[in-house]
């Protein structure tokens, strides 16, 4: 676990999305997803996983969906930024989470 997480703190330090404060916002997160860079799209990977994983860790995912996939819930969060540019605007997990939901949860 704590390779992990350092690991993602490495690819987040090198990234090419101007990081800030606090959480990245869902334009940041889509940035990195569509970006040619495979770091930035390593990153986009890294940062959903982790908020995937945080929220099963927490109990705060809005349903228990166990047999999805990591890649599979990737291009959920993936196509949901791409297709609700209104989600744009909150801050990253939140749009995660709001991706989660409406894909998974009836």
């Given at each position: 676990?704590?390779?992990?997480?350092?690991?993602?703190?490495?690819?987040?330090?090198?990234?090419?999305?101007?990081?800030?404060?606090?959480?990245?916002?869902?334009?940041?997160?889509?940035?990195?997803?569509?970006?040619?860079?495979?770091?930035?799209?390593?990153?986009?990977?890294?940062y959903i996983l982790g908020a995937l994983d945080t929220m099963g860790?927490?109990?705060?995912?809005?349903?228990?969906?166990?047999?999805?996939s990591g890649t599979e819930f990737i291009d959920v969060v993936k196509?949901?930024?791409?297709?609700?540019?209104?989600?744009?605007v909150y801050e990253a997990p939140m749009s995660i989470h709001l991706?989660?939901?409406?894909?998974?949860?009836?």
């Amino acid at each position: 676990m704590i390779r992990a997480m350092l690991a993602i703190a490495i690819l987040t330090l090198t990234t090419t999305v101007a990081w800030s404060a606090g959480f990245l916002k869902g334009s940041d997160l889509h940035a990195l997803c569509q970006s040619a860079s495979t770091l930035d799209k390593q990153s986009c990977m890294a940062y959903i996983l982790g908020a995937l994983d945080t929220m099963g860790n927490t109990g705060t995912a809005p349903c228990n969906v166990s047999d999805v996939s990591g890649t599979e819930f990737i291009d959920v969060v993936k196509a949901y930024l791409q297709n609700n540019p209104a989600s744009l605007v909150y801050e990253a997990p939140m749009s995660i989470h709001l991706a989660y939901d409406n894909q998974f949860c009836p």
